[in-house]
């Protein structure tokens, strides 16, 4: 049974930094592309960024490049997204997502809460 | 980026009877590789997103065949054929043809 799992979300004051984690299993990690995608509260999808299955190949949504990293640990089966400069647009549940058939996201995790606020 | 328009906003059906959305493009989806990557998620309240069909009209594994997905080009439908209670939820439609990846707004499917 395919699992993710994040964790590292919390409250953070504006300009500060924070790491998400995501802990797969289920599947083999090391094979596929990972994605994490965003929804501020009461609000849509929002698709944050991209790493390749060797994690050599990253993509970001332009409001964010810069100030976010996404990386990757195929030895511990583990996704991570950094966040620095925090501000209140960043306030939102972030989800880790596993790439499918047809680019399209197949499975999630069930998310983590970053609420950014002094 | 690409503009992805649901209609309706909110669909208040009754059980037992058909639901139909609709997701525009503001372009093509064809990919140049001939491929269209346009999938369907469902979001029931408190849970995250659940993905429901991909490339236009293939179910992933586990979805009821009461889901079915169409279209074409910048024009896409996702019906529901008979309503169930479980069905209860926000329905978003994805494009991951030109980068960066956009979701509709979502669709409200709500029972009568």
């Known amino acids: 049974e395919v699992q993710l799992v994040e964790s590292g979300g919390g409250l953070v004051q504006p300009g500060g930094s924070l790491r998400l984690s995501c802990a797969a299993s289920g599947f083999t990690f090391s094979s596929n592309w990972m994605s994490w995608v965003r929804q501020a509260p009461g609000k849509g999808l929002e698709f944050v960024a991209s790493i390749k299955y060797d994690g050599r190949d990253k993509y970001y949504v332009d409001s964010v490049r810069g100030r976010l990293a996404i990386s990757r640990d195929n030895a511990k089966s583990s996704l991570y997204l950094e966040i620095n400069s925090l501000r209140a647009e960043d306030t939102a549940v972030y989800y880790c997502?596993?790439?499918?058939?047809?680019?399209?996201?197949?499975?999630w995790g069930q998310g983590t809460l970053v609420t950014v606020s002094s | 980026d690409v503009v992805m328009t649901q209609t309706p906003l909110s669909s208040p059906v009754t059980l037992g009877q058909p639901a139909s959305i609709s997701c525009r493009s503001s372009q093509s989806l064809v990919h140049s590789d001939g491929s269209t990557y346009l999938s369907w998620l469902q979001q029931r309240p408190g849970q995250p997103p659940r993905l429901l069909i991909y490339?236009?009209?293939n179910r992933f594994s586990g979805v009821p065949d009461r889901f079915s997905g169409s279209g074409a080009g910048t024009d896409f439908t996702l019906k529901i054929s008979r309503v169930e209670a479980e069905d209860v939820g926000v329905y978003y439609c994805m494009q991951a043809t030109h980068f960066p990846w956009t979701f509709g707004q979502g669709t409200d499917v709500e029972i009568k």
């Open positions: 490339e236009i009209s």
């Open positions: 997502a596993k790439y499918g058939n047809g680019r399209s996201f197949d499975y």
